[in-house]
Every structure is written in structure tokens, then in C-alpha cells.
């Protein structure tokens, strides 16, 4: 049973950069099957797709984020992260990181609890 | 660019069909998957690929697409159906979801 979990700071002073990990458990990164994606919902909001990669280190960016957001993977680890520069208040969000299925797909089969990151001096 | 469309709120009343419906240019030639969010959790997958059923998902959940719209079908709706759905699709190397409907089963 594969599982992911999310980590990193919870607070984040403006203009900073946020960087989150996830840690996939139960089963390998290194997969040709799967795209790793990264997921934010600010609260009482509905869902925004910030990015994925594939294990190739082929990433695909949400075209709004795209000139702040940098994800990457190391396999060793078994972990994926995201790198998203100069914060807001706008970037307050639960983050979920999430397997992707199929190129064009896509479907999100597995995702981690999320993890709330709040953007604040 | 392209953009998915939901209605923002449905109310059944249990064991009627609730019908979501998603909008989005020419969506009927690309995939389309739902998920449901209950408060305070994770999104779960109930539909992908148009019409599939992920594994532990109760055959009440259903799903079609052809033309400018796909829909999420949740017959004989039961109390614990209430939740936000979304819908996603894939367009131009980019991910797009829905902005997501709040069902209410009352």
C-alpha cells in the first residue's frame, strides 16, 4: 500500500521560498508508470494543480506558477520536492503532494494528508 | 486557456441520482477524472478515465463524457455522498480542475 507524506515548514515570511518534501512509502518513486504531482487548496477553496514530474526528471508546471515553481526527485530517498520562490499571502494553501497515472490522465490514485503552509512575516 | 466549469452547489435528497455536471471546450476528446473531498481530508479518486471505477469505489458512482461536458452520476445518493467533487482534465501539458461543487444531501 503505497502512502506519501508531506513535509517541511509550516510558516514561511513573504518573499521567501517554500520547499516541501514528499516521502512515498510502500512502493518505489523510480516507476515508469507514474507522474509525482504537487496539489494546493487554499482554505475553503477548491483545488489548484501547481506541478509534476515523471522519474525521467521531465516536469509539467501550472503555466500561472510556472516562473516560481521548480520540482525535482531524488531516488535514493525515494522523495519528490517543490521549490516555490518569492511567497505571498496567496500562496497560503494546504500543499498535497499526489501519484499521478497515465501521461494524459493523469488520475491522482494516491495522496498524501497535505500540509498546511501559511505565508506570514 | 482552457478552463472547467462546475456548478458550485447540488441538494438531493438521499436515495435520489445526483447528476454533476463539468464543462470545458471539447472535453468529450480528452479524459476525465472526479474526485470527492469530505472536510477536512485528502481528495479521494471515483472516477478516471471518463467512466472507471477505481478499486472501493461503490458502483453508485458513475461517469460519462461526450461533447463540451462530462458527468458524475451518483445514484441512489446516501448521506455519507455528502462532499465537494471535483473534476479534472489534462489540456496542452497542463493539469485543470474544476472549481468544484459542494453536494448537499438533505
Known amino acids: 500500500q503505497v502512502q506519501l507524506q508531506e513535509s517541511g515548514p509550516g510558516l514561511v515570511k513573504p518573499s521567501q521560498t517554500l520547499t516541501l518534501t514528499c516521502t512515498v512509502s510502500g512502493g518505489s518513486i523510480n516507476s515508469d508508470i507514474y507522474y509525482w504531482n504537487w496539489i494546493r487548496q487554499p482554505a475553503g477553496k477548491g483545488l489548484e494543480w501547481i506541478g509534476r514530474?515523471?522519474?525521467?526528471?521531465?516536469?509539467n508546471y501550472n503555466p500561472s506558477l510556472k516562473n516560481r515553481v521548480t520540482i525535482s526527485v531524488d531516488t535514493s530517498k525515494n522523495q519528490f520536492s517543490l521549490k516555490l520562490s518569492s511567497v505571498t499571502d496567496a500562496d497560503t494553501a494546504v500543499y498535497y503532494c499526489?501519484?499521478?497515472?497515465?501521461?494524459?490522465?493523469?488520475?491522482?490514485?494516491?495522496w498524501g494528508q497535505g500540509t498546511l503552509v501559511t505565508v506570514s512575516s | 486557456s482552457f478552463a472547467l466549469t462546475q456548478p458550485p452547489s447540488l441538494s438531493v435528497s438521499p436515495g435520489q441520482t445526483a447528476t454533476i455536471t463539468c464543462s470545458g471546450d471539447k472535453l468529450g476528446d480528452k479524459y476525465t477524472c472526479w474526485y470527492q473531498q469530505k472536510p477536512g481530508q485528502s481528495p479521494v479518486l471515483v472516477i478516471y478515465e471518463d467512466n472507471k471505477r477505481p478499486s472501493g469505489i461503490p458502483e453508485r458512482f458513475s461517469g460519462s463524457n461526450s461533447g463540451n461536458s462530462a458527468t458524475l452520476t451518483i445514484s441512489g445518493t446516501q448521506a455519507m455522498d455528502e462532499a465537494d467533487y471535483y473534476c479534472q482534465a489534462w489540456d496542452t501539458n497542463t493539469v485543470v480542475f474544476g472549481g468544484g461543487t459542494k453536494l448537499t444531501v438533505l
Open positions: 499526489a501519484r499521478g497515472v497515465g501521461t494524459i490522465e493523469n488520475n491522482c490514485d494516491v
Open positions: 514530474i515523471y522519474i525521467s526528471g521531465s516536469t
